[in-house]
């Protein structure tokens, strides 16, 4: 399907453990996002991707760790997952204009 | 600083009211502007966006904004509102980069009394 993916959908994980989310789009779009959605903050941005190869950080990235080795995909990780990492978190692609958001992926980190 | 400024956390409105959401933005270059639902549980879906020309734009399930440049403001309306409607829903700016990450506001929920 076209699109853009997200897996898992939800999670559990226990502090100090890696996470990896995943995230998938299939319109080749050269731009990626990561974001993270918090009650009060609205969405902030994470990191970001402008090809392959090519990230840079947003405006909380601390404990974060992103790579893009396909342009499809962009995986983020948290490296030793921290209760203020529990939240909801998604992934978007842009084409010049617009942004298409994935599903989320729900992180309880306990 | 860019931003995107929602005044009202919390709205409740009657069904079959009209709606009237507020987004006030400030941006250094030409904005682009949306506005984004996203119903509980779920991802953001995008509404309606305004990128040049006619100030009133149209969008899905009968919302309309209409973009004010001298206000900065990109005000979201619905002439009658569904309990389907009930949502969070967000302002977000972008100067139509490719390369730009959108700045969204911090969201208004919605709530539709019967």
């Known amino acids: 399907d076209a699109g853009i993916t997200q897996s898992p959908r939800y999670k559990i994980t226990e502090t100090g453990r890696q996470v990896t989310l995943m995230c998938h789009q299939t319109?080749?779009?050269?731009?990626m996002f990561w974001y993270r959605q918090d009650l009060g903050h609205g969405l902030r941005l994470i990191y970001y991707?402008?090809?392959?190869?090519?990230?840079d950080k947003g405006e909380v990235p601390d404990g974060y760790v992103v790579s893009r080795s396909k342009t499809e995909n962009f995986p983020l990780t948290l490296e030793s997952a921290t209760r203020s990492q529990t939240s909801v978190y998604f992934c978007a692609s842009k084409d010049r204009y617009e942004q298409y958001f994935g599903p989320g992926t729900r992180l309880t980190v306990t | 600083a860019q931003s995107v400024t929602q005044p009202d956390i919390h709205i409740t409105v009657s069904e079959g009211a009209s709606l009237e959401l507020r987004c006030n933005y400030s941006?250094?270059?030409?904005?682009?502007l949306f506005w984004y639902v996203q119903s509980p549980g779920q991802g953001l879906q995008l509404l309606l966006k305004y990128f040049s020309g006619d100030t009133l734009v149209q969008g899905i399930k009968g919302f309309e904004a209409e973009f004010k440049r001298s206000q900065s403001s990109f005000n979201l309306r619905k002439p009658s509102v569904h309990w389907s409607d009930a949502a969070e829903y967000f302002c977000a700016v972008g100067d139509g980069q490719a390369g730009t990450a959108l700045i969204f506001g911090k969201g208004t929920t919605l709530s539709v009394s019967s």
């Open positions: 941006y250094g270059a030409t904005p682009y």
């Open positions: 319109w080749s779009h050269s731009y």
């Open positions: 991707s402008a090809a392959a190869d090519i990230t």
